[in-house]
Every structure is written in structure tokens, then in C-alpha cells.
């Protein structure tokens, strides 16, 4: 079992940044690839970021265009999500996930946080 908790949402005027982190606990972090996904109203969980258990591989999705970065570091057992130039279609909630397969073509992780509200304001 793999417990995970999110933190460093809030609230941020666009063109501003945000560094979300996600603590993990309950097993070896680097077995586990970690993904941080995002949910907006109304709209479905989409991968956001993805890196390997070891941090050598990262994936990240097509339409943020270069502005967040995922990082992890196994002796915290902490991966981040930087953000940065955020803009108000970035409002949504993060999840951050694990799973011993490192996939970024599905939602189907075996572990989630309970998610951290990001807003951002025009």
C-alpha cells in the first residue's frame, strides 16, 4: 500500500507559478513510477506529467507547451511539480499518483492523492 498526500495548491494570478509537491509513504518510492494528473470542472482526468521510479524518464502532456517540470527525489520520497506561466485553463484539481508501471497513456494508476485545488486568475 502506498499512501500519498498532496500539498502547495492554491490560489495564483496568471503568469505566476506554483511548486506542488506529493509525499509518499508505506513502500520503496523509487519501485514506483509517480504521474500527476489534473481534473478541471466538468472535464475529464488527464495526465499532466509522469517520471520513472529512478527520475531518468519523464513524459509530459503535449498541451503545456514546456511550462511545468516534474522532479522527484527519492531520499525525500517527494515528487514536485513545478509550474510556471499559469494560466487560468491551469484551475483544476491535482492529483498525484503511483504506480510500478510507468504509463502515460492511461489513467488507470494503482495509487492516488486526494488531490490539491489550483486556481488561477486572470
Known amino acids: 500500500q502506498v499512501q500519498l498526500v498532496e500539498s502547495g495548491g492554491g490560489l495564483v494570478q496568471a503568469g505566476g507559478s506554483l511548486r506542488l509537491s506529493c509525499a509518499a509513504s508505506?513502500?520503496?518510492?523509487?519501485?514506483?513510477?509517480m504521474g500527476w494528473f489534473r481534473q478541471a470542472p466538468g472535464k475529464e482526468r488527464e495526465i499532466v506529467a509522469a517520471?520513472?521510479?529512478?527520475?531518468?524518464?519523464?513524459s509530459y502532456s503535449d498541451s503545456l507547451k514546456g511550462r511545468f517540470t516534474i522532479s522527484r527525489d527519492n531520499a525525500k520520497n517527494t515528487v514536485y511539480l513545478q509550474m510556471n506561466s499559469l494560466e487560468p485553463e491551469d484551475t483544476a484539481v491535482y492529483y498525484c499518483?503511483?504506480?510500478?508501471?510507468?504509463?502515460?497513456?492511461?489513467?488507470?494508476?494503482?495509487?492516488w492523492g486526494q488531490g490539491t485545488q489550483v486556481t488561477v486568475s486572470s
Open positions: 508505506g513502500r520503496t518510492f523509487s519501485d514506483y513510477a
Open positions: 517520471i520513472s521510479g529512478s527520475g531518468a524518464v519523464m
Open positions: 499518483a503511483a504506480d510500478t508501471t510507468f504509463k502515460v497513456a492511461s489513467n488507470r494508476w494503482g495509487y
